[in-house]
């Protein structure tokens, strides 16, 4: 029991956040930071197969990998766009979308987020239906056979072309319901408050409210 | 926050066991029961498909079955045999190892259980490397968005024949580390304590008395 609660605060204190992309890190940092949790960014990228059917699975898969590189709590999401008049795609193809095997190929230029968004726009012109939404799973692995998960949905609609530079991915072209701007035209704070990682990350940020701190 | 606290009140007190299985469910019924929590037995089994390449997945996927149709917190768990020599065999196909497109199949008489072990049993025939786990993976869903997830494994071997009928599935042929007897030998309680699903419960029981009760 005292060392359950030694780890809770430990937990408490500092997560490793599992993930390369320095724009997700940065959101998820300053999420933590208001609750007080310090949001470490790994000394080097673990690299990981994402080969999971579901975005749990894949922000499992990377959550344990970081966990076995760098034995201490961590905090790894998976997150795709959910396209309904595509049966669901890219999903959890979402950040590969331009080279998978459906609805054609895409060169990578300028770069991989312009493909998978040229991809996208071809495959829905002329769809009346282009709804959509972003979906996002965050994995807390606490030590190495336990965890907390939540999930966190964005409901919306795919634009007729890219606007705005802020985010990544497929903000500049994802609209949310009730709103006329992309994501990508969104200030940080704006997007936090209503994007998928930023509800996910409320529900997680619930739990760590919860434990007691000492 | 006052909505969270009744709801963890809520589920500190009664929790679906997701299963079908009278056996899973008396085991964890038992290990509930003594932190207060009461287990409720489905009024009807939900079936699913166990398409998940891992524990966790099955486990998920059948806690949100469940979810969907009783809208309280619910509790499911996927666990199995892995058999080192056979690759980690049969895994996520323990249930119907007897039916899958590997090392052949097996006649399912008198009923499944048998036939699983007769099939295992004849693939592990001459072989020197009997070393195998089981492990269980338990989700705690406590809402659509939100749950906790725990692992637990209990190392061992696979005797050479049978023995003992309480427990279910391979616990017959089951010996853990350390002990002679196989794990349909034990009573409970003994069970309870060293079992791969015992010990992921236990990690979820923590969980649950960290949670403030009021």
Request: proline residues 5%.
């Amino acid at each position: 029991m005292a060392e359950d609660n030694k780890y809770v605060e430990e937990i408490v204190r500092r997560i490793l956040i599992g993930t390369g992309n320095k724009g997700k890190f940065k959101e998820i940092e300053r999420i933590l930071k208001g609750i007080g949790i310090e949001a470490i960014l790994p000394e080097e990228e673990v690299k990981v197969e994402e080969k999971g059917n579901t975005f749990l699975e894949n922000a499992y898969i990377k959550a344990e990998a970081y966990y076995e590189r760098f034995k201490m709590p961590v905090l790894a999401d998976d997150s795709g766009l959910v396209v309904y008049s595509l049966g669901g795609f890219p999903g959890v193809f979402s950040s590969r979308f331009w080279e998978i095997d459906y609805g054609g190929y895409e060169e990578p230029v300028p770069d991989k987020d312009t493909a998978n968004i040229r991809k996208l726009l071809r495959l829905l012109k002329g769809k009346e239906d282009r709804r959509a939404r972003f979906e996002a799973v965050i994995v807390l692995l606490l030590d190495k056979d336990r965890g907390v998960f939540s999930r966190g949905v964005c409901e919306g609609y795919i634009g007729e072309c890219p606007k705005g530079d802020k985010g990544f991915g497929y903000d500049p072209v994802f609209i949310p319901s009730g709103m006329e701007r992309t994501m990508a035209e969104l200030d940080p704070e704006e997007k936090n408050r209503i994007s998928h990682r930023g509800k996910a990350l409320q529900k997680i940020v619930d739990f760590l409210k919860n434990m007691p701190k000492d």
